[in-house]
Nanobody
Framework: QVQLVESGGGLVQAGGSLRLSCAASGRAFSSYAMAWFRQAPGKEREFVASMGWGVFYADSVKGRFTISRDDAKNMVYLKMNSLKPEDTAVYYC????????????????WGQGTQVTVSS
C-alpha cells in the first residue's frame, strides 16, 4: 500500500512556474514508478510525466516540465515552467509497479489531486 499526498498547486500567470510535490508513505517507495497525470474540466485524465524505469514526458509538456524524485524522502516533484492556460487542471500523483507507465488504469495508487490554474 502506498498513500500519496500532493501539494504546491495554485494560481499563476501564463509564463510562470510552479513546483508540485507528492509525499508518499508506505513500504518500498523506491520500487514504484511514479507519475503525474492531470485532468482538466470535461476532459479525460491524461499522462504528464513519469519516472521509474526511465523518464518520460507527454509531448505537450516536454521541455517545460521536469519530474524528479527523492527516494530517501519518499518525495516526487514536478517542476513546471513556461506555464500555459491549457496546463490548467487538477494534477495527480500516482504510483505503480506495472509497466504501462502512461496508462492511468495501471496505477493503483493515487493522491487526492492539487489544482493548478494558469491565467492568460
Amino acid at each position: 500500500q502506498v498513500q500519496l499526498v500532493e501539494s504546491g498547486g495554485g494560481l499563476v500567470q501564463a509564463g510562470g512556474s510552479l513546483r508540485l510535490s507528492c509525499a508518499a508513505s508506505g513500504r518500498a517507495f523506491s520500487s514504484y514508478a511514479m507519475a503525474w497525470f492531470r485532468q482538466a474540466p470535461g476532459k479525460e485524465r491524461e499522462f504528464v510525466a513519469s519516472m521509474g524505469w526511465g523518464v518520460f514526458y507527454a509531448d505537450s509538456v516536454k521541455g517545460r516540465f521536469t519530474i524528479s524524485r527523492d527516494d530517501a524522502k519518499n518525495m516526487v516533484y514536478l517542476k513546471m515552467n513556461s506555464l500555459k492556460p491549457e496546463d490548467t487542471a487538477v494534477y495527480y500523483c500516482a504510483a505503480t509497479l506495472g509497466v504501462r507507465i502512461g496508462v492511468a488504469d495501471d496505477y493503483p495508487y493515487w493522491g487526492q489531486g492539487t489544482q493548478v490554474t494558469v491565467s492568460s
